[in-house]
């Protein structure tokens, strides 16, 4: 009982990891469509900024959910401003120079801070569930997640700015004809993508440490999970992390790991052979 | 045959592929020859990509996959046979069927270009990440260990067909090396002049029409893909070769990167300019390596990301747009498509 007990809680965090790194993809392919190949990457300077921040003597939760989220939205603006803004709808071209973004930061961050691992010990300790020790601050992501999610959908659902967001990106001729500046909505949506990647990136630090090239280990996933999920931003994502984030954590409880995240992977890519639209091209089509 | 500018081209590349084979050993030393086998090497990789996604339109980033394969399928062969002719094989075999079976998911799904992307990217890392972790005892095929990250050293060269003493000595190498590249890229040219050749660039500026037309583009993009996916494989072989060594980073993303950046950089929908992107930025990348200024995904990234900005052609067509206006003559049409445009303007 207690091993089903904690075996259940992996699973869900598995599913809100794999949630919480597609959030800001989500945003900015999901919504703006922009191949953000170096989404990775955003994650990976969201986790520098909150190491460093917490280094220097910032409270851990304020550099984890406040530093690192606006330091990568900052970087999320000068990215959009010098280099997506002449990519718009030129998907093909976009990955390229986003590629180009992701070798360009991964060189950058490694120059600075050299090609070692650097963390911080998770807060929040453990507690025991029987005869299993579990992290509470897994728990915690989870909360997180959740609360995420949530709020992604109420501004987008409820808000002025998220209505004005998502008329823009369905038609930004008209929204300008309606005296918005697509421009404007634009960098800050795309802000607002990379910003949820940074928190994703620094709430993930103490858990995984941190390199200049962590990146590479969430692109794929992440882009899979957005992908997987198809159209409806918020219902794709949080159906297609369910699916991966349960069959990557029951495989890696009967294995290892890595055939865990290669069960995802293999996962994934027949899902697309089968569901070439994601999952909600088929199924809960209405919702968002 | 007639001698027309596509034969005058042909020509040129083979003397100019024979003058390098036979002419460049005698004027530099071992060292510069055994440095230019794997630019040579590294070109081969580049045609590979060049022919898929630059004629066949379609956007691999898991061609180091195949090139890895090769590299890992001729490794495990040598060790288990013990004469390299069959592992030669195999290693352009495995990659082409692999290739093939991947195909079959992207190209019958009907997957869109980004999608694609997506996956062959996806397809890499699971790669990279599966022979990563075979470092153990229990991961071995017959004779040979797969070694995870640890890689697999000192690889048997290639030996004279049916003799397994005879191996062949880095001098040779290059002349293998060399001889392969002017052969490939002599065979891609005819390739694509053959009717299969049009079709698939038929298919690449329109493939709508082209399967209006009665061709079957799956199957097509199907063959060129694993053509392209052989090639690859190829070179993976002559990489063990020169570097006696392989590990999982022939399958990682900085690989895979540097493959699509000497593509863009050289010219895609050209042959050669890939060839010498290839080239030119190995060189760059070697000299990086010696000089220490900047680290080099730093310089390559920039690379990328001025290259689609600013030189979206390339290097070879933009010269030759510029050699065009310069003589005041019509400006071929040939030249003139720039093929991710027509890409795109299929996909959405």
Redesign the interface.
Known sequence: MDLVAVLALEVLFAIASLALISAGLAVIFGMMRV?NLAHGEFLMLGGYAAIIATNSGINIWISMLIVAPLVVAAIGVIVERL?IR??YG????T???T??????????V??IFGNTTRGISSPLGGATVGDYKIGLYKLFIIGVTVVLLAAVYLVLRRTKLGLIARGTMQNANMASALGISPDKVYAITFAIGAGLSGLAGALLAPLTGIVPTIG?AY??KS??TV?GGGAAILTGTISASTLFGTINQLVTFQS?P?FG??AL??A??IL??LL?QGITGRFFRRSM | MRLDADNIGLIVAAVGGLALLFGLPLVVELFTLLQFTVYIVMAILALSLALIWGFGGI?CFGQAVFFGLGAYAYTIAVFNIGESTVPVLLSIVVPAAFAAALGY?MFY???????M???T???T??FF??M??TAGEEYRIGASRLGGFNGIPAIPPINMPGDPGRVLWPEEMYYVAMGSLTAIYIGLRLLLRSHFGRVIVAIRENETRAELLGYDVRLHKLLIFSIGGAIAGLAGCLFANWNAFVDPTVFG??QT?QI??WV?VGGLGTLIGPVIGAMLLQYITTWLGTVEV????????????VF??LV?RGLVPTLQLLWQKLRGGRSDPGIVATP?EA??SG??
Request: hydrophobic content about 65%; cysteine-free.
């Open positions: 191949v280099l002449f990519l030129r998907m093909v071209d990955m390229l120079a590629w180009g973004l992701s070798l360009f930061f991964i060189g950058l490694t120059t590479i692109i794929a882009f899979i992908i290892s890595v995240e290669v992977l293999v994934a890519v697309l052979r070439p | 956007l998911f799904g009907r997957l869109s270009d980004v999608y992307g997506v996956v990217l996806v397809v890392l699971i990440s599966f990563n972790h993303l900085g990167a699509i950046i863009i900047a680290n080099s995904s730093l310089v390559m990234g920039a690379i990328l990301v689609v900005l979206p991710r890409v795109e996909d959405d």
